[in-house]
């Protein structure tokens, strides 16, 4: 799912040094272990958060090939709860949200009426409630809608300012996250949870993650979250586990052609642009935006969202035009240099049909990139899982 990385504009600190500008941005659980990891923060969606530690290329090949933690705090949880949750629920997201049982998780979204994205988010079904677990930067809107929308026996409880969130992600996450947990995690399905206790106090640890690895992540308390953070560092020690920050969340998450709000997908393109009617169940009766998704699916869409690879080392970012036959058609919406295939990747918006050669301009040079089906990354271990 998503979640916002930052952008050229992110306001950078100095390792360990929060700078003038970011004195005023929230600190997650984790913040005094980031400073004492010597990480680079940035202020990203109102928080001071790491956006690498010792590398973006080697905390990427970190996750790739064994395990890595990231601090995903800055996330939103939202608990529906009552006997109209699940008719709410239904109503406000795009994907089924009654075929989730207990344990449960989904990916789905949340559409304005028009069908513009308000948010891309997951659905966990838990014992007492149906968790939404949003994007940072669109909590305070997502709320407020979600807020503004209930209707019958319903209470919306914003969990999150006591939640902290933990990812551990790689192909060694499994015995790692298992030394930290009651439950045995090996029975936790792919897109599956399980409310367990994390070092002795109640948790959701799910079979979820952002970067094409299997991994767990772990809600907890966030009076809790350091010494989780640090139980974790010190069962993965022989794994060779280490942090990792958002700008290897962001390679990781785009190796494997996942959307990212704010830059894939926002409220201008609804998901049938985006590719994600999967997550999209017009059968399933009435809900916010259906009908204006169902007649832009039926008129068919103007632009698509694609993958493409570039030649040589220039790298397209968001906001590089797109060329087909010498005229700009569109614009990449992400782009970055794999670590993973050692290419330019990116993904970005074309008109609806085109195929094969492009060119993207980056910083005035036509630099020749090719349309190629997603995920660019095929050989991450989550794919073993589901």
Known sequence: MLRRAPGPSARHGGRGDVGEKTKTARRT???????????????????LM???????????????ESV??????????????????????????????????????????????DGGFIDDLLVYRLS?????????????????????HAAGDVEIDDASDRTALIAVQGPNAGPVADRVAEDDLGEVGYYRSTETNVLGSGAVVSRTGYTGEDGFEIYCGTDRAPEV??????????????????GARDTLRLEMGYALYGNDIDET??????????????KKGDFIGR???????ERGPVARLVGFEAE???????????????????????????????RAIGMGYVPDGTNGGIEIDVRGTAVPATIVPLPFYRDGTVRSKR
């Open 128 to 148: 007492d409630s149906y968790m939404l677990v949003v994007n940072a930067a669109n909590h305070a809107k997502d709320l407020e809608w979600i807020r503004s």
């Open 291 to 297: 009908d204006a998704i169902a007649a832009r699916r």
């Open 269 to 282: 393109r609804t998901p049938v642009e985006a590719n994600l009617m999967w997550i999209t169940r017009l």
């Open 312 to 342: 040589g080392r220039r790298i397209p970012r968001h906001g590089h035009g797109i060329i087909v036959g010498g005229e700009t058609v569109g614009e990449v919406t992400s782009g970055t240099f794999s670590p993973s295939l050692e």
């Open 29 to 47: 659980p984790l913040h005094e272990a980031h400073v004492e990891l010597d990480a680079r923060l940035v202020e990203f969606a109102g928080f």
């Open 50 to 64: 790491p956006m690498t530690y010792d590398g973006i290329v080697a905390e990427h090949r970190r996750v790739r």
């Open 68 to 113: 890595g933690l990231f601090d995903v705090s800055h996330m939103g949880e939202i608990h529906i709860r009552g006997d109209g949750a699940l008719d709410f629920v239904e109503r406000i997201t795009t994907n089924r949200a009654s075929a989730l049982d207990v344990g449960g998780v989904q990916y789905s979204a949340m559409c304005y009426q």
């Open 229 to 246: 953070w640090s139980a974790l560092m010190e069962a993965g020690h022989e794994y060779g586990v280490g942090p990792a920050g958002l």
